[in-house]
């Protein structure tokens, strides 16, 4: 069976709660146009709630789905501003783990992101987890590989099956220069080798309409990590229609007419 491709909103510290029921709502009435393609919308984790409420029913749409941007490791206990893996867990299904942005403003660590990762599989919630280059260099891949190698420590190949890995240079984040779909592709082959076969690859870097179709014609490349073009409406609408067209195209170039 194809499995869907599946493209992530991180709207990062961006929206109202009008625009955030705008996107919302506006994605959920697109569904008919989108049949063969996954979608997680990572609100700000004040509005997750209201648009679990509201606008997105966890579980109740198969293809629209929620996700929180960031989340603490700990069951529980006085961490004031942060929220838990249960919390999350009450009202979406993914979480990004390890974001470059966290890594940079938020100081997290290596071993704080595989916590993350942990709790995360624990509490029965799909983790997005970011990996990339900070600059461009000769030496990406290896060093693509390693940051992988330590973010995942102590995950069994099951678990590991149940993680979306999102291939994040940071250099292409919100940057407008994002990688080549040939490079992209070459780390996601790369990075596939240390992966079960199961586990969701994805892109995310400056990720615009107008060069969504080339990373998702990738085998690689399982989908799409979109920051910027996420909350804008058309942008978002049109990056998830190239995925669902690539389905589609691709069943079409296998159907063989019954004689
Ligand atoms: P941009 O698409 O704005 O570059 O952001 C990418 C990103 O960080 C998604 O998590």
Redesign the pocket.
């Known amino acids: 069976m194809t499995r869907l491709p599946l493209i992530?909103a991180?709207w990062?510290m961006n929206t109202s709660l009008a625009d955030a029921y705008l996107l919302a709502n506006g994605v959920r009435n697109a569904l008919h146009h989108l049949e063969h393609t996954e979608m997680v919308l990572c609100p700000p984790s004040v509005w997750l709630g209201l648009l679990a409420e509201h606008s997105v029913p966890p579980r109740q749409y198969s293809t629209l789905k929620l996700g929180a941007q960031n989340m603490h490791a700990a069951p529980a206990g006085s961490y004031t501003g942060e929220i838990s893996p249960a919390m999350v867990r009450e009202v979406a299904e993914y979480v990004?783990v390890g974001?470059?942005?966290r890594v940079r403003y938020g100081r997290e660590t290596v071993e704080q992101s595989n916590a993350k990762l942990h709790a995360a599989l624990a509490h029965g919630l799909t983790p997005i987890l970011?990996v990339g280059e900070p600059r461009k260099s000769k030496d990406s891949v290896r060093q693509v590989v390693q940051h992988l190698g330590h973010l995942v420590k102590g995950l069994s190949n099951a678990e590991l099956r149940e993680v979306v890995v999102?291939y994040?240079p940071v250099w292409?984040?919100?940057?407008g220069d994002?990688a080549t779909p040939e490079y992209a592709q070459e780390v996601a082959w790369v990075l596939k080798q240390h992966l079960p076969a199961e586990t969701r690859l994805l892109y995310?870097?400056?990720?615009e309409p107008g060069i969504a179709a080339g990373f998702l014609a990738s085998p690689q490349i399982d989908g799409l990590?979109?920051?910027?073009?996420?909350v804008n409406l058309k942008k978002f609408l049109t990056i998830c229609q190239h995925a669902d067209d690539t389905v589609v195209s691709a069943r079409t170039a296998t159907y063989r007419h019954p004689r």
Do not use: D, F
């Open positions: 992530v991180n990062k990004i974001h470059s942005e970011c999102a994040e292409a984040i919100g940057t994002p995310g870097g400056s990720v990590l979109v920051g910027g073009a996420s």
